[in-house]
């Protein structure tokens, strides 16, 4: 049989083990004669497996004690509006709120903050087609901005950051890490807030992370739905209405997994050659193209087209063929897109540059 490896954006590829751990789980967990997906959230043995989850986390990017985490609902676009919802409370209204544009999912952030506050797109990409990160010595900042929103790593453009930016004593960073959090070691502690939907790099859709700093808790509008008061979750971990227990117990078992790869380090060793790898197949000759300036490249999303884009769908039927799935590029910008996750090995990646290699005749 052909081996399958699932380049989905998301969601995407988990890691066998995982799967194999719920699986073994799923009629009886732990002898408790329950699967997980039937406990109560705040019976003991729901409540041993979030408290591990966190713990786990907590230790796998090095979070701070002064941060809390929060296990949410609603995803990445909901987190959009629960982000200025929370964060602009205390301020004179509207308040500003700085963005920096470097593709979809930060335009996305725009108009659903644009609702809460007033909008200041401090640099955007958008002439460049969202092809690298404006630099920031030419982001115009608002001087007593609530906060500035960025998205570290853009999916569907296949923009990642590759520093931190520097603000004044006292400013936040908002950053929306969904596609490539505990894919590389990062400073929590340079964030006022990170941000990411589950089902990208962590585990199942319906489980979104908040790790936010706990003097930003607190500054909530006065119309921000209680459930998505990150101090009311908080105060009441995550629990002050019924979390995605089930979501939230796949993401644990990925913790485990990455613990025992060697955490976040390994990852970033592993996601750097398997980018490597796979960019170095595109740029070989003008077969397939890549547009991304190369600093900005994304390790975990790797947007791409056909020099001749009537070979698309054959592309995409000799590549299903051969077991490499979800393929396709997203609707918004055509083309291809591969995400190679933590949970795609590089036999995945070295699979999918055969077929680059086999498809372009070399
Ligand atoms: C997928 C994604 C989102 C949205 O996630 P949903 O769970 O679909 O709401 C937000 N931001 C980024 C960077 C994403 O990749």
Redesign the pocket.
């Known amino acids: 049989m052909t081996h399958i490896y699932n380049f989905s954006a998301?969601p995407a590829v988990l890691p066998k083990e995982v799967l194999a751990q719920a699986a073994a789980d799923m009629l009886d967990w732990h002898g408790s004669g329950m699967s997980v997906m039937e406990m109560s959230h705040r019976g003991p043995e729901f409540i041993s497996i979030y408290q591990a989850a966190e713990r786990d986390l907590r230790e796998l990017l090095a979070v701070p004690a002064n941060y809390k985490i929060l296990f949410m609902q609603?995803?990445?676009?909901?987190q959009?509006a629960i982000v200025p919802l929370n964060l602009v409370g205390h301020k004179a209204q509207p308040a500003t709120i700085d963005f920096v544009h470097t593709g979809s999912?930060s335009g996305?952030s725009i108009k659903e903050a644009a609702r809460y506050a007033t909008v200041n797109v401090a640099a955007s990409g958008k002439a460049g087609a969202f092809t690298g990160v404006p630099p920031q010595s030419e982001w115009q900042l608002t001087p007593d901005a609530a906060y500035l929103h960025v998205?570290t790593?853009?999916?569907i453009d296949g923009v990642e950051y590759n520093f931190v930016p520097e603000l004044p004593a006292g400013a936040t960073i908002v950053a929306?890490m969904?596609?490539h959090i505990l894919s590389r070691p990062v400073d929590v502690s340079r964030y006022g807030v990170i941000f990411g939907?589950a089902?990208?790099n962590i585990g199942p859709?319906g489980l979104?992370l908040v790790i936010v700093r706990e003097d930003l808790l607190g500054k909530a509008l006065a119309i921000c739905p209680s459930a998505f008061d990150w101090k009311t979750v908080a105060d009441n971990e995550s629990m002050y209405n019924t979390p995605p227990t089930y979501a939230i117990y796949i993401a644990g078992l990925v913790f485990q997994w990455l613990k025992r790869q060697g955490g976040v380090a390994e990852m970033e060793r592993r996601n750097i050659a398997k980018a490597e790898l796979l960019y170095a197949a595109l740029d070989a000759d003008d077969f397939y193209q890549n547009r991304v300036a190369k600093e900005y490249r994304s390790r975990m999303n790797v947007p791409f087209y056909l020099r001749d884009e009537s070979k698309n769908e054959a592309f995409l039927a000799g590549a299903k063929q051969r077991g490499l799935l979800q393929l396709k590029g997203h609707k918004s910008v055509g083309g291809m897109r591969a995400s190679i996750y933590n949970a795609m090995p590089i036999e995945g990646v070295q699979a999918l540059v055969d077929y680059l290699n086999e498809f372009a005749g070399r």
């Not at 609603?74 to 909901?78: P, Q, S």
Request: with cysteine; net charge neutral.
């Open positions: 998301g609603g995803g990445g676009l909901a959009n999912w996305k998205c790593n853009e999916t929306d969904s596609s939907g089902q990208k859709a979104t």
